[in-house]
């Protein structure tokens, strides 16, 4: 089992920026996959980015590319997500995820609230 919890959501405007983090906790950290999902009202829960355990590869949605960046410390077992250049549209609930493979995650957080303002 792994346990995920997320931080770093609020409130900011157009142009902000934003760091979520994720702290996980339970069996190893080192050799999952981590993802971030997110969910904006009404609308299905989407793919934003993920890292492989050794943080040599990381993969972006279109949407975020170039504005987001994900990260990781295995040290503290905890991932993150820079975000730059907020639109109103990033506005969603963000989750935090952990799996064997960049396909299936098998572990999820709350979540946390990302509003961005116009």
């Known amino acids: 089992q792994v346990q995920l919890v997320e931080s770093g959501g609020g409130l900011v405007q157009a142009g902000g920026s934003l760091r979520l983090s994720c702290a996980a906790s339970g069996r190893t950290f080192n050799g999952l996959w981590m993802g971030w999902f997110r969910q904006a009202p009404g609308k299905v829960r989407e793919f934003v980015a993920a890292i492989r355990w050794d943080g040599v590869i990381t993969k972006y949605a279109v949407a975020v590319e170039g504005r987001f960046t994900i990260s990781r410390e295995n040290a503290k077992n905890t991932v993150y997500l820079r975000m730059n250049s907020l639109k109103p549209e990033d506005t969603a609930i963000y989750y935090c995820?952990?799996?064997?493979?960049?396909?299936?995650?098998?572990?999820w957080g709350q979540g946390t609230q990302v509003t961005v303002s116009s």
């Open positions: 995820s952990a799996g064997t493979t960049d396909s299936q995650y098998d572990y």
